[in-house]
């Protein structure tokens, strides 16, 4: 972790001494020392790094990466008050869903921890201060790399000598949580599984295997960011993300993870799909998602492979860009993920934030989790819904009404 000397040194450089900027390039810090600068200039740190540790000891138990690597992930310590309450979150990345496109991740950082960028911001749900962060500052708090392309459901014992691509996501999921519960989550009191996008399938997926494998006398709960992803139609009618999801099932062998529920009900590959087995998690979760994820919109709605013409490509890339016949189509999107939501019953241990922005992902970021211009839904911020609905001071089920009506989105605008 860089510390406010640091940064400051780190400012005050990029400011007098081009010679010592230099010499960071060289080293490597350039990319903190920017993202620092760029914070400071705003004169308020709403984000800093935290280095990167490898769980060398999940090797042996064949919880390893795409590539056979160790996982990683990025811890801060929590402190007085916190110290006995955990935030651990697992980080997202789209999927591979055939050796193909496994092949093509492994050796990138999202499949080898070789490859993964030394350190992460940590931000928002994860900031280390009350101001940014008045419910959870002060746990421990643990981001997860994303390495396995499964949204770490995988468990094949093979392995190909060929690829050597290893599906083993889920035993990443255990290992880590056995690690944890070495290193004092055993003792704890509170515990939060959280993701975001393929991490927040994680953390609906995964929720009650997170539960089962901590203390009984604990508080747990899960929270998924961006994770609801629907099973939808394409614009041109065609059936995309299912084939794409039953691959993944298929090729990670994530069906022993799925929820028994659901798959004596049906098939793995729609088990992947949270709207058909959200119903059975027994655990608390809280659920944020726009309803028009910009995500869900560019790969579920308007794929490539459904807008060969590329008619929907301005519009995937700032929504403001979108025609009237575009936006009636995001507004018959929104219905089905407000359809797809139904089997989400209204136990006030469940929560949710459904605002109507073009986005994807809000909890890891200042800017949506919490300041003064962040997205409000029933007047209330992220941040406050979710600390609120862990710490039972109010239950918050809300969903926004149809864009554009908020006005206090923050609209992804892609390049
Ligand atoms: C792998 O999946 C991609 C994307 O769905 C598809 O285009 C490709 O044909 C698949 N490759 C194989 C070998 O199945
Ligand atoms: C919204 O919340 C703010 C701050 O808590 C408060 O000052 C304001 O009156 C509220 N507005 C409405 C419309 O409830």
Not at 192 to 212: E, K, P, Y
């Amino acid at each position: 972790m860089l510390h406010k000397d640091d940064m400051l040194a780190c400012f005050l450089n990029q400011l007098f001494f081009s010679k010592a900027i230099e010499g960071m390039m060289r080293e490597g810090g350039r990319r903190v020392c920017i993202i620092l600068v760029g914070l400071l200039s705003l004169m308020s740190i709403e984000a800093y790094e935290v280095g990167l540790a490898f769980l060398d000891s999940a090797v042996a138990q064949g919880a390893v990466c795409l590539d056979g690597s160790a996982p990683a992930y990025h811890m801060d310590k929590g402190f007085g008050a916190g110290i006995d309450n955990w935030l651990v979150f697992f980080e997202g990345g789209g999927w591979c869903n055939n050796v193909t496109n496994c092949l093509a991740r492994r050796d990138t950082r999202l499949g080898s921890s070789k490859q993964m960028l030394t350190t992460e911001t940590f931000s928002g749900m994860f900031h280390n201060k009350p101001k940014y962060n008045p419910d959870f500052y002060d746990w421990n708090r643990i981001k997860v790399r994303y390495c396995d392309g499964a949204s770490f459901t995988g468990d094949v014992e093979e392995v190909d000598p060929k690829t050597n691509l290893h599906f083993r996501g889920a035993r990443i999921f255990r290992a880590v949580i056995e690690d944890l519960l070495a290193k004092g989550i055993k003792n704890a009191k509170n515990a939060m599984l959280v993701g975001c996008s393929a991490g927040g399938l994680t953390s609906i997926l995964q929720c009650d295997n997170f539960r089962s494998l901590l203390p009984a006398t604990m508080k747990v709960k899960c929270l998924s960011d961006a994770g609801f992803f629907i099973n939808a139609k394409t614009i041109i009618g065609t059936s995309h993300i299912e084939g794409f999801f039953a691959d993944v099932v298929k090729t990670h062998g994530s069906a022993k993870v799925l929820s028994p529920a659901c798959t004596s009900k049906m098939s793995p590959g729609l088990c992947f799909f949270p709207q058909n087995m959200i119903q059975y998690i027994e655990t608390p979760i809280f659920l944020i998602n726009a309803a028009y994820d910009s995500w869900q919109v560019k790969n579920i709605l308007a794929p490539g492979v459904a807008d060969r013409k590329g008619t929907w490509r301005e519009c995937k890339l700032d929504i403001t860009k979108c025609s009237s016949a575009q936006l009636n189509i995001l507004q018959g999107y929104r219905q089905e993920f407000l359809k797809a939501l139904t089997g989400f019953d209204n136990s006030p241990s469940r929560g949710m934030f459904i605002n109507s922005c073009y986005s994807h992902c809000q909890t890891g970021i200042q800017e949506t989790w919490l300041r003064n211009d962040s997205p409000l839904l029933g007047n209330t911020t992220i941040a406050k819904a979710v600390g609120d609905w862990y710490y039972e001071r109010s239950t918050f089920q809300k969903i926004d009404c149809p864009y554009p009506c908020d006005k206090t989105c923050h609209n992804r605008v892609f390049e």
